[in-house]
């Protein structure tokens, strides 16, 4: 099991760029499969983005594709989202979540271990 912790959440106008954090802890002899997720208000959670274990491949969801990276830095046990040309329908609770052996799923089913969230609000 690991723990994760997200950050870098804040408020910008449409347009800005963010760039949020996810620090894991726990077990780290090996490398998860990690993914970002975001919730808005009364909308169900959607995959963002997702990354192998050793960063190779990355997959995003259709609504971020060419605004949203996702990075990983596997020394530090660090997954990166960095977000630009944000939009207000970017607005949401942002999370990360890992799992073991089924990587670039964005199926939120698929993961066991999530963080706590946090807050991006964009306003237009």
């Known amino acids: 099991q690991v723990h994760l912790v997200e950050s870098g959440g804040g408020s910008v106008q449409a347009g800005g760029s963010l760039r949020l954090s996810c620090a894991q802890s726990?077990?780290?002899?090996?490398?998860?499969?990690m993914a970002w997720f975001r919730q808005a208000p009364g909308k169900e959670r959607e995959g963002v983005a997702s990354?192998?274990?050793?960063?190779?491949?990355?997959y995003y969801a259709d609504s971020v594709k060419g605004r949203f990276a996702i990075s990983r830095d596997n020394v530090q046990n660090i997954l990166y989202l960095q977000m630009d040309n944000l939009k207000p329908e970017d607005t949401a609770m942002y999370y990360c979540?890992?799992?073991?052996?089924?990587?670039?799923?964005?199926?939120?089913?698929?993961?066991?271990?999530w963080g706590q969230g946090t807050q991006v609000i964009v306003s237009s």
């Open positions: 979540a890992a799992v073991a052996n089924v990587c670039g799923s964005l199926k939120d089913s698929e993961y066991g271990d």
């Open positions: 726990g077990y780290t002899k090996r490398a998860y499969c």
């Open positions: 990354i192998w274990r050793d960063g190779g491949r990355t």
